[in-house]
């Protein structure tokens, strides 16, 4: 079956320190990963999508990058985080094509302190 | 303005109630639409794609008016466990990922 993993699911940072949020989907190849941050109280927000392995598209300017070394591999990073990257960071998938929408991953909730 | 809008509530409704949640969307060139549901704290789960004709699963229907660029999604017979926050979604022409609305949040109450 098809299943997508995030860690850690809470994590406390202090403003400056770097990031690291690792996504991985199993039973699937080629799917299409989604970084999306949602703070609190509002709205998801669509942060890089990634369509095969070094391929990143990044749609909002920030301190934040994804990498995608394998295939099934999503990395979301920072080098110095800011009290404003604080939030829920949701990794997700698609395999069909994005018409048949896509699967989150559990999440991480980021308290930058 | 933005790309999808929703009414963030609370609608409070007793069980068994009908409540019905509508979502406007600016480019009138999207192609596909869903209703995710998100418990609190928890990832959101795809509901239901939302189809042209409209579509039933159970006690909940989604309709779509291109026309009036809007979808909407009906629950019948409101549980408890329907308590969650609906996000409505949709996929730009050409778009390569969804675009989330900021949700509706329900509440049933016994």
């Known amino acids: 079956s098809q299943t997508i993993h995030q860690w850690p699911a809470t994590l406390v940072q202090p403003v400056g320190s770097p990031l690291s949020l690792e996504c991985t989907v199993e039973g699937t190849s080629n799917p299409n990963l989604y970084w999306y941050r949602q703070a609190a109280g509002r709205g998801l927000q669509l942060l890089f999508y990634s369509v095969g392995i070094g391929q990143i598209s990044s749609e909002v300017p920030q301190n934040l990058s994804a990498s995608r070394p394998q295939d099934r591999q999503f990395i979301l990073s920072s080098k110095k985080l800011l009290l404003s990257d604080s939030g829920f960071y949701l990794c997700?998938?698609?395999?069909?094509?994005?018409?048949?929408?896509?699967?989150f991953g559990s999440g991480t909730r980021l308290t930058v302190v | 303005r933005k790309e999808v809008e929703q009414d963030p509530g609370p609608f409070n409704v007793p069980e068994g109630a009908t409540v019905a949640f509508n979502c406007t969307y600016s480019n009138s060139a999207s192609q596909s639409f869903f209703w995710y549901r998100q418990d609190c704290r928890k990832e959101p789960k795809l509901l239901m794609s939302v189809y042209s004709s409209g579509n039933e699963d159970g006690r909940f229907t989604a309709q779509l008016n291109r026309a009036s660029q809007y979808i909407s999604l009906l629950i019948r017979d409101s549980k408890l466990s329907d308590s969650a926050t609906y996000l409505c979604?949709?996929?730009?022409?050409?778009?390569?990922?969804?675009?989330f609305g900021s949700g509706t949040r329900l509440q049933v109450q016994p």
């Open positions: 997700a998938w698609s395999v069909l094509g994005v018409n048949y929408g896509y699967t």
């Open positions: 979604v949709v996929i730009p022409f050409g778009g390569r990922a969804l675009t």
